[in-house]
């Protein structure tokens, strides 16, 4: 990882004060200046016709002091210009970009306020957000944050639907602090057609192109306090996220593909030469060079473009039994490689004509059975930047009998199959993975089961259950944020294993609270781990409780 680096920002001299007559004066004091960390810039699409539209900036000033002097730089996509500028003075082209000034009779920006001018501008179909803005030289969205204090990767889900059910949000990751304590964000999920193409659509089963980038996210859920235009290109989740990206412009964002439910058609994408090659190309030009498909009045060429920063693939699984509607082959295992390698080219290729580099990683299964019948990691570990390896759903309601779901260790009491991160992880490790390229999954939420007797120890464990135990979501399964909040159930731990769970008599959840992510975590460093991946963000409480337990731990 490169070190992380906060930009400098300069000061705004503040406007001269008028001292009082020497001999009454007393001893001068300074005006107060405005930083320019406490301003900031926002601006919407207000309106949109054919190749014109109308746009509306607002200079914020959080500082104590008025700000009489300001200078606004930017330049527009490409496509658009200004045609005319209202409550301000503008200089400049298209070609050479703009700078916009407080008009002739002035434009204080008063203390805690803020200013607001707009114009009219004309467009190609493309998007109009500003570009390389900036305020008296410092960074329109504020002061840009580095990003994590520390070196290892901090990898979050963040779901697609998660807006939707959960009421989390982009601006969510700022307000609980956790965008600060991630290098990573996998935007979950990307689909795969019967066609062998990634592709988007607002059928429930198969896409929602709403959420991700045709719904107008309102002032009060966006990440800069600016709504989204309805007229503009790109909304939803994806503008958040470029929005993010201005604060935390460190942060490395990728779409992941598949998943439990959309890996039905990756045996047949990947089954050719020319399969692997349409498959991988409609990915790059669909995320990568971002031309999305004009869904409701939203998507165009290139209207994604800078958003995602790399692929990460969660085929589950190539070679062996996923969920029950996927197709499964013998030959996955080679195809899985040849399609890594069809990836990386296309990646490779992308990064010299844009000169970026496209990160490749993959979400890579707990137990050796499915390495095996899977993957060849010799081949396919030289491109990857990394692999994130399930650390979670060890066991679950689909067993009968309660179990620890993410345990470190080999649980000596278990008496039924023994699984755990220890096992998994060194099944990487004799098939030459290097450990550093290993980022450890871990879960933000709990598995459950009701109908449960105490058992010997009364405590619930390894005992059998009637059933799984209702959730607010799914039976059988609990956000952690929820989990906290349960009265009448009794904490267990058992430290060497890095497990928690809770059990009131009846039912019994095993979970990871902030112990439990501050041991997994120690444990992934102690063993010279990548780093530490989260499933899903969402799961955790307003104040981030579970990704500040596992920054401390990266950070030690």
Avoid at 345 to 360: C, K, V, Y
Wanted: glycine share 12%; net charge negative.
């Amino acid at each position: 990882m490169s070190a992380r680096r906060l930009r400098k920002t300069l000061a705004v001299p503040a406007a001269v004060v008028l001292a009082a007559p020497l001999a009454l004066a007393a001893p001068p004091v300074a005006a107060e200046t405005v930083d320019t960390g406490d301003l900031t810039v926002t601006y919407v699409e207000s309106a949109r016709w054919n190749t014109g539209y109308s746009g509306e900036i607002t200079v914020h000033n959080a500082s104590g002091a008025d700000l009489t002097d300001w200078t606004l730089e930017f330049e527009l996509p490409e496509g658009g210009r200004v045609h005319e500028l209202w409550n301000a003075t503008v200089e400049g082209t298209a070609e050479e970009g703009y700078t916009v000034t407080p008009p002739r009779w002035g434009a204080v920006v008063p203390a805690g306020g803020s200013y607001v001018f707009g114009f009219n501008g004309v467009h190609e179909g493309g998007n109009t957000h500003l570009l390389d803005c900036s305020i008296n030289g410092a960074n329109c969205a504020g002061t840009p944050s580095q990003g994590p204090e520390h070196d290892e990767l901090s990898v979050a889900y963040f779901t697609q639907w998660g807006v939707k059910e959960r009421d989390y949000h982009v601006r969510d990751l700022i307000d609980s602090g956790s965008a600060d304590k991630l290098t990573h964000i996998n935007y979950a999920f990307g689909n795969v057609g019967s066609d062998g193409e990634c592709f988007m659509t607002n059928d429930p089963e198969d896409g929602d192109a709403l959420a991700d980038y045709g719904r107008v996210v309102p002032a009060s859920e966006s990440v800069d306090g600016a709504p989204d235009g309805p007229g503009q290109p790109l909304r939803g989740n994806f503008n958040q996220l470029r929005k993010l990206k201005e604060l935390y412009p460190e942060l490395v964002v990728s779409i992941s593909l598949g998943g439990w439910n959309w890996s039905e058609h990756f045996s047949d994408a990947a089954l050719t030469p020319e399969s692997r090659e349409r498959m991988v190309s409609s990915c790059v030009d669909l995320y990568l060079r971002g031309d999305l498909p004009v869904i409701d009045g939203a998507g165009g060429e290139g209207a994604a473009y800078g958003i995602f920063d790399g692929i990460d693939l969660d085929w589950e699984w190539p070679g062996s039994e996923g969920n029950p509607h996927n197709t499964v082959r013998p030959e996955d295992r080679e195809n899985f490689t040849a399609l890594v390698r069809e990836f990386r080219e296309q990646l490779d290729a992308l990064g010299e004509e844009t000169g970026r580099h496209f990160e490749l990683s993959s979400f890579m299964p707990a137990g050796a059975w499915r390495l095996d019948s899977g993957y060849e990691l010799d081949e396919i570990m030289p491109d990857f930047d990394f692999i994130t390896v399930q650390g979670y759903d060890y066991h679950g309601t689909w067993e009968t009998t309660t179990n620890h779901q993410s345990n470190l260790l080999p649980d000596p009491n278990d008496p039924g199959e023994v699984i755990s991160t220890l096992t998994n992880v060194e099944a990487y490790l004799e098939r030459g993975v290097d450990p550093e390229k290993i980022v450890l999954g871990v879960p933000f939420y709990g598995q459950g089961w009701t109908g449960v007797e105490p058992g010997p120890a009364g405590d619930g464990l390894f005992q059998s259950a009637s059933g799984p135990a209702p959730g607010l979501y799914a039976d059988g399964t609990e956000d952690w944020k929820a989990l906290k909040e349960l009265s009448g159930f009794e904490v267990h731990r058992d430290d060497d294993l890095g497990t928690a769970w809770l059990y009131d008599g009846e039912t019994f959840w095993t979970y990871d609270d902030e112990i439990a992510m501050d041991q997994k975590t120690t444990w992934a460093m102690d063993n010279g781990l990548g780093g530490v991946m989260i499933w899903s963000i969402d799961g955790d409480d307003a104040d981030g409780n579970l990704i500040t337990a596992i920054d401390a731990a990266l950070g030690r």
